[in-house]
């Protein structure tokens, strides 16, 4: 069983930076996309960015030139550095990650529990 498991959130003050990272487990055969979403209190869950094999990057308009994602798939880790950080930013970020596992190759579409990011003077 795959799963995927996220750190790296905090209390941070408008301006500032925090990382997060994502770590996937389990028998994985390959990894298809890493991505991270955000959910704000009474909004929809929405994509921040995106890394797919072959290194296919896309993000979301708010976050261009200010959030940086990048990943290691051979360690199935992925990453977001989020910089100049604003209170609109504050959200429950997710990790989620697709692919293939095990010897049968299953696919997998898996989230993690999310980690808090308050920004906040």
């Known amino acids: 069983q795959v799963q995927v498991l996220e750190s790296g959130g905090g209390v941070v003050q408008p301006g500032e ?3 997060l990272s994502c770590a996937a487990s389990g028998k994985i055969f390959s990894m298809s996309v890493m991505s991270w979403y955000r959910q704000a209190p009474g909004e929809e869950r929405e994509l921040v960015a995106s890394i797919s094999d072959p290194r296919t ?3 979301a308009d708010f976050v261009k030139g200010r959030f940086t994602i990048s990943g290691d798939n051979g360690k199935n880790l992925v990453y977001l550095q989020m910089n100049s950080l604003n209170p609109e930013d504050t959200a429950v970020y997710y990790c989620h990650a697709a692919g293939y596992s095990g010897r ?9 529990q999310g980690t808090q990011v308050i920004v906040s003077s």
């Open 17 to 19: 930076s925090l990382k």
């Open 57 to 59: 990057i896309k993000y």
């Open 104 to 112: 049968r190759r299953d696919a997998f579409d898996v989230w993690g």
